[in-house]
């Protein structure tokens, strides 16, 4: 009986630790209709199409200056809204957290995890004027804006755009709380145990 007893507690308890592993990874949810990913994380939902100024035609390869690209985000009228921005420095970077789920994004460049992307975060601490990019292998800096500086542009709208606006196809970005899995294991446990006891007692 404590063998049958210590395998469906192990059992429980590699279930639990899966549980939490899989919902603490949880960031990422793609709306149905393929154009909008909803970041649980940040709270902001990007387009799927990660050079969308190229696909829209404003730009043959999607890259622009700063002032330019500030300016392509905040005119976006799609899928729906017309609040779009680029992403803040923070955020961009939350996002790299979630890099294992970049097969949901579409239009990659060539060389993602190398392709540099401006944020909207500006560096205040410099003599001359810069603004932060960011890319998805982690790294991030600095750059002069003024001249010639061209990065990629990716633009976001703030919260569950879809599931807010009721858009067909909405994902239900609800996750599960990690803390609530790992109770409902332990509970599962105490009534194993208490079976255990019960039996014993006969």
């Known amino acids: 009986m404590r063998l049958v007893f210590n395998k469906s507690l192990t059992a429980l308890s590699v279930a639990a630790l899966f549980a939490i592993s899989s919902q603490a990874n949880a960031g990422?949810?793609?709306?149905?209709?393929?154009?909008?990913i909803y970041d649980t994380e940040s709270d902001i939902t990007w387009l799927?199409?990660?050079?969308?100024?190229?696909?829209?035609?404003?730009?043959?390869?999607?890259?622009?200056?700063?002032?330019?690209?500030k300016t392509w985000a905040v005119n976006l009228d799609v899928f729906g809204s017309i609040e779009w921005r680029l992403?803040?420095?923070?955020?961009?970077?939350?996002?790299?957290?979630?890099?294992?789920?970049?097969?949901?994004?579409?239009?990659?460049?060539?060389?993602?995890?190398v392709a540099q992307y401006w944020t909207s975060t500006e560096n205040f601490g410099s003599t001359d004027?810069?603004?932060?990019?960011?890319?998805?292998?982690?790294s991030s800096g600095p750059v002069i804006t003024?001249?010639?500086?061209k990065r990629f542009t990716w633009?976001?709208?703030?919260?569950?755009?879809?599931?807010?606006q009721g858009i067909a196809g909405g994902v239900d970005a609800t996750v599960p709380?990690?803390?609530?899995?790992?109770?409902?294991?332990?509970g599962l446990a105490g009534l194993a145990y208490r079976r255990k006891q019960l039996k014993a007692g006969k």
Do not use: C, H
């Open 28 to 36: 990422l949810i793609k709306n149905t209709d393929d154009n909008l």
């Open 48 to 69: 799927t199409d990660t050079n969308y100024s190229k696909t829209d035609g404003t730009d043959s390869d999607g890259k622009m200056l700063w002032d330019d690209s």
């Open 87 to 113: 992403p803040t420095w923070t955020e961009a970077l939350a996002l790299q957290s979630s890099s294992e789920n970049f097969g949901l994004f579409d239009n990659l460049p060539g060389d993602f995890n």
């Open 129 to 138: 004027e810069r603004a932060y990019w960011f890319r998805i292998d982690g």
């Open 146 to 149: 003024q001249g010639t500086a």
């Open 155 to 164: 633009a976001v709208v703030s919260g569950d755009f879809a599931n807010i």
């Open 177 to 186: 709380e990690p803390a609530s899995m790992g109770i409902f294991a332990l």
